[in-house]
């Protein structure tokens, strides 16, 4: 459907009340709770409407496949550089931002918030409306287009959205480091409080890789000076196209872990927090801010372990999501979500409790 037919048929299930559920490729209906709904696609918006290299912005609609984005930028030498996670080759645009996830660069480079610039979207009233633009001096005010950034799709139909985008580094090199989890945390602490170009970090089962990225002096010169075995290029790169779209031995490990009634769970954590006494097995990104746990522990005990250092659980796999996925909101904030989807989506047309099942 093209859009004037997504509006009309989002102006009927406003009238009737019919709960739609948005959807591309389906490559994250794991995520958030269970989705509801008659299926709208969005993969008849595709493709890339506009592109500046020297501007550093790119415009796409959003049932566009990343794959497509990607292969665009990458004839000019750049990136999208949150490293959106594209499972399998199956992530849209509308996707991405919907679901809000990053990569291992999201520590030092920003999250899919960070570099979004503008959006299109159709309310729940069937309007068209557009917000923010190519360049950030020109987002003023209220800046509606990064609310739609992890919003799971429960404010309105994304329809297409303009990205920051930045050049492929001159150099990158990987060096790995065998360290346990507690000399991993404060190594990564420590070098990240030095002028260093350290651009991603992971941390599993006794060793720590860091990604250096920049230019070509200062990544040698950073090398030398943190030691660690250099991995080569061809065997880096597969390691960490596989952190990014979750598809290593750790991530395929805790799919078959979920399958058998362990939950994969995702904390965001101050990133000095030391080594937290889990149930489980962890994998640890930027730079101890994100920790991934596959645990069979009580979702509360998990959720008030990360509740006593500053940070959150959020359930990313689980057969049973009764629990909840993301953590539970306080009163002003969930007031504050209420009248977000109100304002936008007065019917509860979009995506009925996959953010939280009350909304």
């Not at 709770?33 to 550093?56: F, H, I, M």
């Not at 496949?65 to 292969?71: F, Q, S, Y």
């Not at 429960?154 to 001159?170: D, F, H, R, S, Y």
């Not at 979750?246 to 965001?268: C, H, N, P, T």
């Amino acid at each position: 459907m093209k859009l004037a037919e997504l509006q009309s048929v989002i102006r009927q299930s406003g009238a009737s009340r019919t709960p739609l559920r948005i959807t591309g490729h389906g490559s994250k209906d794991f995520y958030g709770e269970v989705p509801q709904g008659e299926p709208l696609s969005t993969l008849a918006l595709a493709g890339v409407t506009a592109y500046e290299p020297s501007e550093l912005f790119i415009s796409a609609l959003a049932g566009t496949p990343l794959a497509d984005v990607e292969t665009a930028l990458a004839a000019n030498r750049q990136r999208l550089a949150f490293e959106p996670p594209r499972f399998g080759g199956r992530g849209t645009v509308g996707g991405m931002v919907a679901a809000g996830l990053s990569g291992p660069s999201r520590a030092a480079l920003g999250s899919v918030r960070d570099h979004l610039l503008g959006a299109v979207m159709i309310n729940g009233q069937g309007e068209l409306l557009s917000f923010g633009g190519t360049v950030m001096k020109n987002v003023a005010g209220f800046d509606v287009s990064r609310v739609l950034a992890g919003s799971m799709g429960m404010l309105g139909l994304i329809t297409e959205v303009t990205l920051k985008v930045l050049p492929l580094p001159a150099a990158t090199a990987t060096l790995r480091f065998e360290f346990d989890q507690s000399a991993a945390l404060m190594a990564v602490n420590r070098w990240g409080g030095e002028p260093l170009p350290i651009e991603a970090s992971a941390w599993w089962d006794g060793a720590l890789l860091l990604r250096l990225a920049g230019a070509q002096a200062a990544v040698e010169a950073a090398t030398r000076k943190l030691g660690g075995d250099l991995i080569p290029a061809d065997l880096a790169a597969p390691f960490w196209t596989g952190l990014r779209d979750q598809g290593d031995e750790f991530f395929i490990g805790a799919q078959r872990a979920v399958a058998g009634g362990a939950r994969l769970w995702r904390l965001s954590l101050p990133s000095t927090t030391p080594e937290l006494k889990l149930h489980g097995e962890q994998l640890i990104e930027w730079g101890g801010a994100q920790r991934w746990v596959v645990t069979p522990m009580e979702p509360r005990a998990l959720r008030e372990a990360a509740a006593a250092v500053g940070g959150h659980a959020t359930l990313f796999r689980s057969l049973d999501k009764t629990c909840g996925v993301f953590a539970p909101l306080s009163a002003p904030l969930a007031a504050i979500h209420r009248r977000l989807k109100a304002s936008f989506d007065p019917n509860g047309v979009f995506n009925a409790g996959r953010l939280y099942p009350n909304l």
